[in-house]
Nanobody, 124 residues
Framework: QVQLVESGGGLVQAGGSLRLSCAAS????????MGWFRQPPGKQREFIAA????????TYSDSVKGRFTVSRDNAKNTVYLQMNSLRPEDTAVYYC?????????????????WGQGTQVTVSS
């Protein structure tokens, strides 16, 4: 069982940056692949980024590639999402998620554990 708690959301102007954090409970964090998703108002939850257990492999959606960076610190049981060049269309609730095993995934249903979400609002 993994419990996840996101933090770092807030209000930022377009072009600005935010760094989200996701702290995980447990002693086997490095055995979980981690993902970031977001849910814009009135829309479905969508994949943003994922990272494998060692941090050596990452993948991104086309909408954030080159602007967002996912990383993790296994010593701190934490995964991060650095968001640069933010746009109003990045406004959403951002969620981190965990799945057991080495394979990173991009679908919502492939993740068993979810945080409560953190709101990111980008003003124009």
């Amino acid at each position: 069982q993994v419990q996840l708690v996101e933090s770092g959301g807030g209000l930022v102007q377009a072009g600005g940056s935010l760094r989200l954090s996701c702290a995980a409970s447990g002693r086997t964090f490095e055995l979980y692949a981690m993902g970031w998703f977001r849910q814009p108002p009135g829309k479905q939850r969508e994949f943003i980024a994922a990272i494998n257990g060692s941090g050596g492999r990452t993948t991104y959606s086309d909408s954030v590639k080159g602007r967002f960076t996912v990383s993790r610190d296994n010593a701190k049981n934490t995964v991060y999402l650095q968001m640069n060049s933010l746009r109003p269309e990045d406004t959403a609730v951002y969620y981190c998620a965990a799945r057991w095993g080495p394979v990173i995934a991009t679908n919502v249903y492939e993740y068993a554990y979810w945080g409560q979400g953190t709101q990111v609002t980008v003003s124009s």
